[in-house]
């Protein structure tokens, strides 16, 4: 919604500046009506002289997402200063002229709104001269090579001192592309830079398909998808498959498996065994004989010598 309303200033011909403004995110319709229109010192408690988005977005755009968030005082607000070009700071009398473009975004249709009488009417019909329809990108196929490489030169224009990302590979740009998408533009950016973060650390100057299955593959089965969690579930993938085919018996390289836990538990409560059993539920004996274990193994071998010792 966001890319549509700027697109949409980018093409007007506005010289001013695209803002934007999600009602939603504040706590108080006072509050929102101070980040719009301004406020003078002492309007409301905690109220300091500041100049809203309205004057910032002067002969430009100001696009309000979430439209169905605007409470009824609000509407009759902006609907005096659609008709009037005129409003005024929060706490004032004094009228401001303005040359601002509004652009509403919501994502529920203009009938329900009006129906369930979320929107007043009067407001309603002046935002119906011109309505656009966003298909989801599962709708949109078309849309989603430029999406792609929309959002990977944005993420390259972010990040521009990490290792070079330099695009996708064609398996890894056939998976992202048949997706289905159900969050979006937003999804897929998001889902985009975790790709980035594993090529990055990887140092691959290419997204593969390998990374593309990982994550999804993560996010089906409720895993954690940060690019750190992503490759430790490869890992340990890995790790089960070499163990269980370097044992001939399926129960020794099961009870290998355990161990490894246990020693890793072990290390991350820095040797506390209490600590360590409770984390992966074990039995705080056999966490104590497995510190015991690795103290006397260290004692027998004793600690790697340097070069010329």
């Known amino acids: 919604k966001t890319n ?90 004094e009228s401001i002229s303005a040359d601002v473009r509004f652009v509403f975004a919501s994502n529920r249709a203009m009938s329900d709104m009006m129906e369930t009488q979320i929107l007043r009417d009067d407001f309603a019909y002046r935002l119906e001269r011109v309505q656009l329809e966003l298909l989801p990108l599962a709708e949109r196929r078309l849309d989603i090579s430029a999406a792609l490489a929309f959002a990977l030169a944005k993420i390259r224009r972010q990040r521009p001192h990490t290792f070079p990302v330099l695009g996708l590979s064609p398996d890894a740009y056939r998976l992202l592309f048949s997706h289905r998408w159900p969050g979006n533009l937003r999804q897929l950016e998001n889902s985009l830079a975790q790709l980035c973060e594993l090529a990055d650390m990887q140092q691959s100057p290419l997204i593969n398909e390998n990374y593309v299955n990982q994550l999804f593959e993560s996010k089906l089965r409720g895993l954690g998808t940060t690019p750190q969690e992503i490759i430790c579930q490869a890992s340990l993938t890995l790790a089960k498959e070499a163990i269980v085919r370097s044992f001939t018996s399926l129960s020794r390289g099961c009870e290998r498996l355990l ?51």
């Open 4 to 93: 549509l309303a700027f697109a949409l200033h980018a093409l007007s011909g506005r010289k001013g500046k695209f803002v934007s403004i999600t009602p939603r995110d504040f706590s108080s319709s006072e509050l929102v009506q101070a980040e719009l229109f301004g406020a003078v010192e002492g309007a409301y408690t905690g109220a300091v002289e500041k100049w809203g988005l309205v004057k910032s977005a002067e002969k430009g755009t100001l696009f309000i997402d979430e439209l169905q968030s605007i409470d009824k005082d609000l509407q009759g607000k902006l609907i005096t200063f659609i008709e009037n070009k005129t409003y005024r700071r929060v706490g004032s009398a």
């Open 259 to 309: 161990e490894l836990g246990r020693e890793v538990a072990l290390e991350s409560c820095g040797g506390d065994t209490a600590k360590a059993a409770q984390l992966i539920n074990e039995d705080s004996q056999v966490m104590r004989l497995l510190a015991e274990t690795s103290v006397a193994r260290r004692q027998t071998f004793g600690p790697p010598q340097s070069k010329g010792s």
